[in-house]
């Protein structure tokens, strides 16, 4: 009898381990700020790379700016695996997706550069995602086109933010990625957040 009860202990252990294991959804923290010391958060996961940062006026990467200066949020992500997938890069146009949001040191919202007006839903086979593709989105936070203008079948129009005045900052958003075709690859909910300041 005693060994039945292992055996069947051992057993329901085993199957607790194995259903643990299928959990695959983890949240990956990929985090910066001004103490860092890459001013670029730049990672891949299987085949895939991600780069975002936030550009100075000069196009380089940074965390600290000058108060009246602009910026611009940058993000790519970069087919590097074998195979011909597709991609649809639903981070810029969901309303449910905080990216390009920025936050004061007391958690205000203080917006989006941007607004989105209309996207064209006609599903993923419309974004390929060939090997070596790159889906590259940079903004401006203080943007001053006065015409709406469109990326990737979504429609958009500026907020005219103004510039941001001394302190701490931060932006980020979470988002799972999903890429479909010959080699479907979902990832595990990657947070992206960066800290900056301006002087």
Not at 26 to 49: C, F
């Amino acid at each position: 009898m005693k060994t039945t009860v292992s055996k069947i202990s051992a057993f329901i252990l085993l199957f607790a381990l194995m259903g643990a294991g299928c959990e695959k959804d983890e949240e990956l923290l990929w985090e910066i700020s001004p103490d860092s010391k890459t001013t670029v958060i730049q990672k891949e996961v299987d085949g895939i790379a991600f780069k975002f940062c936030i550009l100075n006026e000069k196009g380089e990467p940074s965390t600290v700016f000058n108060e009246g200066e602009n910026f611009s949020f940058y993000l790519s992500v970069i087919n590097n695996r074998y195979k011909n997938l597709y991609f649809d890069p639903g981070y810029a146009y969901s309303k449910d997706i905080e990216f390009c949001k920025v936050y004061n040191s007391e958690n205000e919202d203080l917006g989006r550069p941007y607004s989105v007006i209309s996207v064209v839903d006609i599903g993923q086979g419309a974004y390929p995602f060939e090997k070596g593709k790159a889906y590259v989105f940079q903004q401006q936070w203080s943007d001053n086109r006065q015409s709406p203008w469109d990326w990737e079948y979504g429609l958009y129009k500026s907020l005219h933010q103004p510039p941001l005045t001394n302190g701490c900052y931060y932006t980020g958003f979470k988002y799972r990625f999903k890429f479909t075709g010959d080699s479907s690859l979902d990832t595990d909910t990657v947070i992206f957040k960066i800290n900056f300041k301006i002087q």
